[in-house]
């Protein structure tokens, strides 16, 4: 205990050796034209609270530099002639790190009385400009700041209203009632697998994030009627972007903390070339949690690691090249011998289970504006990417014949490559209009297989380098009568190669801007889903043992959403909205016979079963109001509450409506934080988070009969009637950062579940001493941090 006080003593008095000029580090940055993203020359930047007042005006490329600037929090204005001023508030320069802003700035439609837009403060708009409902941007300092969030981007927009986590193990997110498979990740403008360790096929969801968020640039995230570009999506939309490396100056990070030990690096290729790269490296650190007493549900120790990298290659007059990449590989083996009776099962107790995934993604992108001399120059975003996922399990009953199987194997993978192309052209101030198309050849490769318990050999699916194609186009116009009431209209389409189906969407979004604090918008979106590719290939054993895929005329789900919002901005830093929806589900996959299974409560497993003879005859609907009360972060402190309630139903080939496996019903969310300075360079921020949610619905077992077969035997005629008790966690996190001449470093801590509430998981029955187990989600849970930037 003296030792750590010695330290914290140490940290805190060491700057005071150092003179106010070792404090200071470099604000630089481009500006762009938000629609024809053309750089913008003489926009005026200027250190809103500096003393005296700083600044610097951008040069011909956009660029700005304003050197030796003290290490502080600043607000930053942007202002030029004929475009709305920015204002970004709260920016934080660190002595270790750059401070590099790339900044969109909005043309005025009619020359009036100045309006000054503070873009930081309005987090809630998108960066996308064709949306207008159900979206928002957020900032990597969100997935750091807030409580139990994990570092992670799918944890931390659980907050967001209408958002709830499946569940405490994985990162599965459920919006408005939607199956976490709903969800589209996309990446630098291609769209992604899964990108998550643990994270099967088929799913979005997994424990641990791929995504490292300090490559992470400003993103956005849809929960409904999204614009035309997305498409093979029903419930949202996380359109991710990768930040660019520091293109002047040399800069390293290392850190530890849940996520892994990781190491990264960044700077110039060379002093005469703009040319950057990125790249960060992660190995897990479970093994060092463990030995400290940390449980995680389990007692074997997860292992995976993960490499992300981009590389920006500006070719003059040939435009823009860009590499970027991310990959993970991941395992465990789960030994029944070493379970605990705290220990998850994951709903097969008794079981040996080692599985593996890996999954990576690499991409080339290039832009180029056609006309660049031209005012409003049409732009081509061209990218090529393959990308690809494999999951590998092996199951085998760890003491008796009895269960339903005795062995269980999988091997399987899907490789796809992609071509896409967007064309993008400022018209003039008031219109814009984009269009482009997207194509995924699919290679598909699924096997996996069953030993009974009368050691009988049973294939469920044998496919191997299946090639099928998906094609996807869009065109989008935005068109403003004023400033203040703005039109976005688009058309997505898509057709799958593997049985001809094709859809044809129209999205539609209006806003209108009643005054400076209050404005109306509405939306409406027809959207379409693939099912889960592995579906398409499952085979049903025919009498003369002939084999036939009777999925594989499946068509696309569909879904028609409309979205009513009202958004108030109560004063300059806090805002009050609110949103209802509703949303129709058609051509869901049922069972042709009589049954409660519907695709709809399919993605939050680790495991899915294959199921055979499917028919798009189920349907299903998702209707609810959202409300947020958010305080942005000024004066150090911020906070947010969201709270939704929602109904999700859907209908069996049994003809019986019942609730989805995702009908929590509401979910309560508040959370908020405060930083404390610490001399003149130093802080410690405090935050809290507060969860309540309905619980998850269920198929109860039926007891008796689970004791005569030695199995879990569901009662179907219950599926989904009931829910386990509502969820409820408090979250707290503590950070400390310091400034040092040269570098930077960070102290963090998170203590998630501090009540040690038990929240249940699920249930499963154990044939070995013929009982139901539950299992319960995470408990009390430490993730600690520790980062330096140099």
Not at 172 to 195: A, K, T
Not at 744 to 769: A, C, W
């Amino acid at each position: 205990m003296k030792a750590v006080l010695i330290l914290i003593s140490i940290i805190l008095f060491a700057p005071l050796g150092f003179t106010q000029n070792a404090f200071r580090q470099t604000i630089r940055g481009q500006v762009f034209d938000k629609n024809s993203r053309q750089p913008l020359a003489g926009v005026n930047v200027v250190l809103l609270n500096s003393n005296p007042l700083t600044g610097a005006v951008t040069n011909e490329y956009g660029e700005f530099k304003i050197q030796d600037v003290p290490v502080a929090k600043y607000d930053i204005s942007f202002s030029f002639i004929g475009y709305h001023t920015i204002i970004l508030p709260n920016v934080t320069l660190s002595s270790g790190k750059e401070l590099v802003l790339k900044t969109e700035m909005e043309e005025k439609v009619i020359m009036t009385d100045e309006v000054v837009v503070k873009a930081g403060i309005r987090k809630d708009q998108p960066l996308n400009k064709m949306a207008s409902v159900s979206a928002r941007s957020f900032t990597v300092e969100e997935t750091e700041r807030y409580a139990g969030t994990w570092f992670d981007p799918a944890r931390m927009v659980c907050n967001y209203a209408g958002v709830m986590a499946a569940g405490d193990q994985r990162n599965d997110i459920i919006i408005r009632g939607n199956s976490p498979s709903g969800v589209l990740y996309r990446l630098d403008g291609i769209n992604i697998p899964n990108p998550n360790h643990f994270g099967t096929l088929g799913t979005t969801g997994g424990p641990i994030s791929i995504l490292n968020n300090n490559l992470l640039d400003n993103s956005d995230f849809f929960t409904g009627a999204f614009p035309a570009e997305y498409g093979n999506a029903l419930a949202g939309v996380f359109d991710l972007h990768m930040r660019s490396g520091n293109n002047e100056k040399r800069e390293y990070i290392a850190q530890v903390g849940l996520n892994g030990f990781e190491f990264g690096a960044e700077g110039p290729f060379s002093k005469n070339y703009k040319g950057s790269y990125l790249t960060s490296y992660r190995y897990s650190t479970l093994e060092f949690f463990r030995a400290m007493g940390i449980s995680f549900g389990v007692s074997a120790t997860p292992q995976y690691q993960d490499l992300s990298f981009k590389t920006d290659l500006p070719a003059g007059k040939l435009g823009n090249f860009s590499v970027f990449g991310v990959g993970g590989m991941s395992y465990t083996d789960i030994l029944s011998k070493e379970q605990r009776p705290s220990d998850w099962t994951f709903g097969h107790p008794n079981m040996d289970i080692r599985f593996s995934t890996d999954m990576g993604v690499i991409g080339i992108t290039h832009s180029i504006f056609l006309n660049p001399k031209a005012t409003n120059s049409a732009r081509l975003v061209s990218g090529i990417a393959l990308s690809g996922s494999r999951t590998k399990i092996k199951a085998d009953s760890a003491f008796t014949d009895k269960p339903s199987f005795q062995y269980y194997g999988n091997e399987s993978h899907e490789i796809k490559y992609t071509l896409s192309e967007q064309y993008s052209k400022k018209i003039n101030s008031k219109n814009y209009f984009s269009a482009g198309f997207t194509v995924d050849e699919i290679s598909a490769y699924y096997t996996d297989s069953i030993l009974t318990p009368a050691y009988q050999f049973f294939k469920q699916t044998d496919t191997r380098g299946k090639d099928i194609t998906l094609i996807q186009s869009h065109i989008q116009w935005q068109h403003k009568i004023t400033d203040n009431y703005i039109i976005n209209g688009g058309l997505h389409y898509q057709h799958f190669t593997l049985n001809n189906d094709f859809a044809v969407e129209p999205r539609f979004n209006f806003k209108w801007k009643l005054n400076a604090m209050h404005s109306l918008s509405i939306g409406f979106g027809a959207h379409s889903q693939l099912q889960p590719m592995l579906f398409y290939f499952v085979e049903t054993k025919l009498p003369d043992n002939s084999r036939i895929q009777t999925n594989k005329n499946l068509t696309f789900t569909r879904s028609n959403q409309v979205v009513l919002g009202y958004d108030f901005l109560i004063t300059e830093n806090m805002r009050l909205k609110t949103e209802v929806y509703y949303q129709q589900l058609l051509k869901i996959p049922v069972e042709r016979k009589s049954s409660t299974f519907s695709i709809i409560n399919f993605g939050s497993e680790f495991y899915q079963s294959r199921i055979d003879s499917l028919v798009n005859n189920g349907a299903g609907k998702n209707y609810g109001i959202e409300l947020t009360v958010e305080h942005f972060l000024t004066k150090n402190y911020y906070y947010l509450f969201t709270a939704s309630l929602f109904e999700s139903k859907y209908t069996g080939s049994d003809s019986v409506e019942r609730n989805t496996l995702f009908n929590g019903n509401y979910v309560v969310n508040a959370l908020g934080g405060y930083k404390f300075k610490i001399g003149k360079y130093n802080s410690l921020s405090l935050d809290l988070k507060i969860v309540s949610a309905g619980g998850k619905r269920y198929i109860p077992i039926d007891t008796a009969l689970s004791r005569v077969a030695h199995a879990a035997v569901y009662d179907f005629a219950r599926a989904y009637e009931k829910r386990y008790p509502d969820y409820f966690r408090i979250d707290v996190r503590a950070g400390m950062k310091f400034n040092f001449p040269k570098f930077n470093m960070e102290f963090g801590i998170d203590v998630q579940n501090i009540t040690n509430h038990r929240n249940f998981f699920l249930e499963s029955y154990d044939p070995k001493e013929n009982k139901v187990n539950y299992d319960y989600q995470l408990g009390l849970f430490y993730i600690f941090l520790v980062r330096f930037q140099f």
